[in-house]
Each structure stands twice: as C-alpha cells, then as structure tokens.
C-alpha cells in the first residue's frame, strides 16, 4: 500500500521560530510537492522537487524554503514563523514513470502560529 | 496554466447518481483532464483522468466534451462516504504541477 506520511497532525509554534515539516514517501517517487490549503483558496503549491537536491518555486514560495538530501524525504522549513503562515500543510509525491499520473497526498500537518 | 470553473457546492440523494460538471474553455490541446477529492480531514485522492474520450475506472467515470470545453465526473451510487470536496484540474502533458481551485463540496443526503 503506498504511503506518504508526515510528521506531526498537528504542532503549534510561536512566532520568529524555524520550523521544519518532514514528509517521507516509501514508494521510490521521483517528484515531490508541498502545498498549503486555507479555506475559500484551494491548495497552493509552494515549492517542488523532481530529483534528489533539486527543487523549483511553486506560486507562493515566499517565507518558505524546503531540502531533498534522500529521494524519500523532503522538508519544509519556515526560518522565522509568522501567523501568516498558520494554514494546512499537505505533501505529496508522484512518479513521473506511471501511466496513472497520480499524486499521492500525506494526511496533512496543521500548523498553528502564535 | 487554463482555469476551470465548478459550482461551490452541490447535494445528491444516497445511492443516486451524480454527476458533478467543471467547465475548462480554455483548455489546450496537451491538457490532460484530473479530477482529485478531498475527504474531511484527509489529504487529496486521485479519481480519474483523461485526456479526450470517456474514461471509466472502479470510483468513477469522466465524460467529456467533443469539444473539450467541459467535462462531467460521475458517481454511479452515490455513498455516504463519497461526500467531499472535487476538484477538477487541467494538467498541461509533461508538466508535473497540479493547479487546484477551490472545488465542489459535495454533500449526501441520507
């Protein structure tokens, strides 16, 4: 059964602090997404990574920075929280080899910033 | 990327058909055609794609325009378990990013 999990369901940090958001996939993907979700918006893709050490900016990529050091994980870091960035954060991963095409989403981290 | 247009939200009797549209005007000839769902408190689930003729699998089936305009996902017995939020998204080929908007809240009456 595939699987991306994500560290933690939910965390609260204050304001000014780093946070990392850790997402690992078990199924050999290539690609991997970090999206963020708020309500009346959708999901927003904020960076992804195709490859090991490779990454690219998705449309909100400002406060944000992310690390793929192994094929199956890929972080999210906030260098200095701030309350803007309280939302939902989703992960995903995908194969560029499948002919299904598909996206394979984590559970979610909802982040609260004080 | 083209945009697509859903209605906020709709509502269907249990064990009904439904049938939920997305309009895409301004799809272009490499835009492949997703639909995702998001169960309350899950992370999005894939549920079918195409790219220009009907496409069936064991969840559902997409109908879609001659003219690719619109496309139609359709549940065939609608659940309890299938109220969620769908998002359509068009997927230019080759491009690894999903667009997604804001969906159609689906919600089954019992």
């Known amino acids: 059964d595939v699987k991306v999990t994500q560290s933690s369901r939910y965390l609260v940090k204050r304001t000014g602090e780093k946070v990392f958001l850790e997402c690992v996939q078990d199924m050999d993907h290539e690609n991997m997404f970090w999206y963020r979700q708020d309500p009346g918006l959708g999901l927003r893709l904020i960076y992804f990574?195709?490859?090991?050490?490779?990454?690219e900016k998705g449309d909100i990529p400002e406060g944000y920075s992310v690390s793929r050091e192994k094929k199956e994980r890929f972080s999210l870091i906030l260098e200095s929280a701030s309350t803007n960035q309280t939302s939902m954060y989703l992960c995903a991963s995908s194969s560029r080899s499948s002919l299904k095409d598909e996206q394979y989403f984590g559970p979610g981290t909802r982040l609260t910033v004080t | 990327d083209a945009k697509t247009t859903q209605p906020n939200s709709m509502e269907s009797n249990e064990e009904e058909p439904v049938h939920l549209p997305c309009n895409h005007s301004t799809i272009s000839g490499t835009d492949y055609i997703h639909w995702y769902r998001q169960l309350p408190s899950q992370g999005p689930e894939y549920v079918i794609h195409g790219l220009t003729s009907n496409v069936n699998n064991r969840m559902a089936s997409l109908a879609i325009a001659e003219d690719r305009k619109s496309s139609t996902l359709i549940l065939h017995r609608a659940t309890l378990r299938d109220a969620a939020v769908y998002y359509c998204i068009l997927r230019n080929f080759g491009n690894e990013k999903l667009t997604f908007g804001t969906g159609t809240r689906l919600t089954i009456i019992p």
């Open positions: 990574s195709y490859d090991v050490k490779m990454k």
